[in-house]
């Protein structure tokens, strides 16, 4: 055991100089590595963005990567599926952002359009045409060029955005007036007045304008509105008619015009707020005014859902157009069902009308609706005692809705 001992402790004397003369380990860095995701992605995994689907293009699915490089640039490159025209068409959308929040939109596309998006949302015109064929836009077919700056102004819970910008369009009919096919949908497919209702014709040729305007919100806890005002003057439009009246029971002519310009104002806003215990009054407006000749891919539509309930749907058409609208709700809180929520009372009153040249008499609608959770019916009458052509004296209707 002696031995033993001695030879250990000779063995650790021997080696404390060859430690010595070791290199030291090398340092380990405990600095942390910044990873940066690359700038350019497939939304939703796969590229995919949101569907939609109408009576023109059947489904409408975008597909394509984006480019986002920090905070001042996004840009997206598309190609969109249109399954009932058999269309493959092409987008680049460039946005870039300032500190500041100010935009400037480059934007190019061949796509189908319409001017009535504002009575629905993308989202429940989708819902609706799918269901029961009531879509609720007129469209058109075109390549669009577009640029627009857009400075932001914000103050507190105020904002405007005023805007100047520049377009050029080259457009075309969508279909004939008695379409032999049409995207499928629940119900509706083969009425004239639903999917099969045709889309008016416009006048093919180029449109090159200036843009210009300004948008408005204000976004407190017990108000919320918007309101956009958009001017567009055309340096040149393309030849073609220009008819006196475009409701299609209405007598009317047509007459040639050679290229002009024109000047479009547009005018859209919505409000609302609470007035006692949990009911809100919420009112909307949208309107046209035009100077000089319109083509028709810039005229504007009214009639049936979403707008005035006794007319049939876009029956009412021009270059000018007015209409209002107030809903007041009312829940009834009392009644409460397992997933569906409480139940609602909707008091709404709505005017407008639209013309060619001059602005027609104001078709008025006064109605009650009842809902809950998606489920929706509505009874509007026309309370003139003489109505204008193509309103009815009531209106019923049951179906489904996304907004209340």
């Known amino acids: 055991m002696k031995r033993i001992l001695i030879g250990m402790a000779a063995l650790a004397f021997a080696a404390a100089p060859l430690a010595a003369q070791a290199p030291p380990p090398p340092a380990v860095d405990t600095g942390y590595v910044d990873y940066h995701d690359s700038p350019l992605t497939l939304p939703l995994g796969i590229g995919f963005r949101m569907p939609a ?23 997206d490159a598309l190609a969109t599926y249109r399954s009932h025209l058999g269309n493959f068409d092409p987008t680049l959308d460039f946005r870039f952002y300032t500190k500041q929040g100010h935009e400037l939109t480059l934007f190019a596309s061949r796509g189908t359009y319409s001017n009535d998006e504002w009575i629905r949302g993308n989202l429940a015109n989708t819902v609706a045409s799918f269901a029961v064929g009531s879509d609720a836009r007129n469209y058109f077919r075109g390549d669009r060029a577009e640029a627009k700056l857009k400075p932001s102004l914000r103050v507190g819970a105020f904002a405007a955005s005023p805007m100047v910008g520049a377009l050029f369009e080259n457009a075309w009919t969508t279909s004939s007036l008695h379409p032999v096919s049409t995207p499928w949908s629940v119900f509706g497919r083969t009425d004239s007045l639903k999917m099969r209702r045709p ?26 509105g918007k309101m956009a005002v958009t001017v567009e003057h055309a340096f040149k439009a393309p030849v073609g008619a220009i008819c006196s009246k475009v409701y299609t029971a209405s007598p009317g002519f047509c007459t040639r015009r050679s290229a002009s310009n024109f000047t479009q104002t547009t005018l859209d806003a919505n409000i609302t707020f609470p007035t006692f215990a949990e009911q809100t009054f919420t009112a909307r407006a949208h309107a046209l005014l035009s100077s000089g000749l319109l083509p028709q891919q810039r005229y504007g539509y009214l009639g049936g859902a979403g707008t005035l309930a006794t007319v049939d749907l876009l029956a009412l058409g021009g270059d000018r157009l007015f209409f209002a609208q107030g809903d007041y709700y009312i829940p009834i809180k009392l009644i409460t069902l397992p997933f569906l929520g409480s139940p609602y009372v909707d008091l709404r009153y709505a005017a407008g009308n639209a013309g060619v040249g001059v602005m027609p008499s104001l078709i ?41």
């Open 53 to 75: 689907y109408d009576r023109v293009d059947g489904l409408s699915l975008p597909w394509g990567p984006r480019l986002e490089l920090g905070e001042w640039l996004r840009a």
């Open 199 to 224: 889309n008016p014709p416009i006048t093919k040729g180029h449109i090159s304008s200036a843009l210009a305007g300004v948008g408005f919100s204000i976004d407190q806890t017990s108000l919320a």
């Open 364 to 404: 008025q609608n006064v109605g009650v609706g009842v809902g809950i959770s998606y489920l929706r019916a509505d009874y509007t009458i026309d309370p003139a005692s003489n109505r204008f052509p193509g309103s009815r004296r009531s209106e019923f209707s049951i179906g489904i809705s996304l907004t209340r």
